[in-house]
């Protein structure tokens, strides 16, 4: 009895999966959330354990960006529908902390630990331990360096976000055809964050051909990784930098044509440095994980796109992947050559990232249930 309602709920999860972004097509799941807090997953309701047994530690970033807080509920709604114990910590942004949240997940009996990592490369000490205990990993969203207790990877095809919003700018621009040049400054993430370099890699490989042949011109001469990176993919950071690099290029009302950002944070930033200090005629601006406050900025005309990254559906391929490592199962992966940690490819489940902007958010966002139109207001 337990077995079939446990496999109803994964045949349910893995339905929504296809059908939201690991699928490929539009969101079909419809939820209800208050105007105040971000949509949670439409997985059911824990009223009865649902086959699975023990604890899964939950390790998340920090509550400062929205997603992640959506990431937290989903994992946690789908983990306790499925049967599990769960521990979910969220670590301010603080590496510390994070590792001793693991450390204490390790020590009161996690059998498996998802982490959405602060610091890539700062988790091999904690991580030896939870390898010791035989504990298992699951990289989530961000890939964990450097170390051997990492079992799977779950997330989203990272390089796929950058190569769309590069492509993006490569077609409002119309760099083929259109005479230009044209200027672009770049803001992408955190360097400790191996997913900014999968974002940078996929956009500036669609734009590094034009800024080679002068069509497009960045005028602050910030292109490389280091020099456009923001330290914790902070809003504020990304306002400083955007703040500076106005003041020195663009205070005379030079147009901006496109600021290509990997994501609603440091978009965020920009728009309000553009906001409090720019003159002249708006740029394009590129986004990703459609924050609200994004959306917003999206129907008012001023940020262009967004990438639609569905945290339910990963949360619901995360929870597959628990529930068949504590079955002693293959976990499904549908990438086995793209992410090498340091200490070989981890076999992975990438996520379909979808292109959002003005026209289509509705439909994405609120027809799947993802946000109340209230909260977009
Ligand atoms: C995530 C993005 C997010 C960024 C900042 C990245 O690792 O993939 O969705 O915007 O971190 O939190």
Redesign the pocket.
């Known amino acids: 009895m337990k077995k079939k309602l446990l496999s109803g709920i994964l045949s349910a999860v893995m339905t929504a999966s296809l059908l939201v972004g690991c699928g490929g097509a539009a969101p079909a799941a419809s939820t209800e959330a208050p105007a105040s807090e971000p949509a949670a997953t439409e997985a059911p309701a824990a009223t009865e354990s649902a086959g699975g047994s023990g604890k899964v530690g939950v390790a998340m970033?920090t509550k400062d960006?929205q997603?992640?807080n959506q990431d937290g509920a989903n994992m946690e709604e789908q983990l306790k529908a499925a049967g599990y114990e769960v521990d979910l910590q969220y670590a301010s942004n603080d590496i510390a902390t994070q590792v001793s949240q693991i450390e204490n997940m390790i020590s009161s009996g996690a059998q498996v630990l998802v982490i959405a990592s602060i610091d890539g490369d700062s988790l091999g000490t904690v991580l030896a331990q939870a390898k010791e205990a035989g504990i298992k990993v699951i990289a989530y969203?961000?890939l964990i360096m450097n170390s051997d207790a990492v079992s799977y990877y779950a997330t989203f095809d990272?390089y796929m976000v950058g190569t769309k919003q590069g492509e993006y700018i490569k077609q409002q621009l119309d760099l083929d055809n259109a005479a230009g040049p044209f200027n672009l400054e770049i803001f992408t993430?955190d360097p400790g964050?191996n997913?900014a370099r999968f974002f940078y890699g996929g956009a500036i490989d669609v734009l590094k051909p034009y800024i080679d042949s002068g069509k497009l011109v960045v005028k602050s001469g910030q292109v490389d990784f280091d020099n456009v990176a923001t330290a914790n993919?902070s809003t504020e950071n990304a306002q400083s930098r955007m703040d500076a690099i106005i003041s020195a290029n663009y205070a005379d009302g030079t147009k901006i044509d496109a600021v290509l950002c990997s994501?609603?944070?440091t978009a965020l930033g920009v728009t309000n440095s553009l906001e409090a200090n720019y003159t002249g005629d708006w740029p394009i601006i590129t986004g990703?994980?459609c924050d609200v406050a994004n959306v917003k900025n999206m129907i008012a005309g001023k940020q262009s796109m967004s990438i639609f990254?569905d945290t339910r559906t990963l949360a619901a391929k995360t929870v597959e992947m628990v529930d068949a490592i504590m079955k002693g199962t293959d976990a499904p992966v549908n990438d086995t050559k793209t992410y090498d940690n340091g200490t070989g490819v981890i076999p992975s489940f990438l996520c379909e990232p979808v292109f959002a902007d003005v026209n289509n958010y509705k439909e994405l966002l609120i027809d799947s249930g993802y946000y109340t139109e209230d909260q977009l207001k």
């Open positions: 970033p960006l997603r992640w969203d961000r990272n993430g964050d997913n993919w994501n609603d944070s990703q994980d990254k």
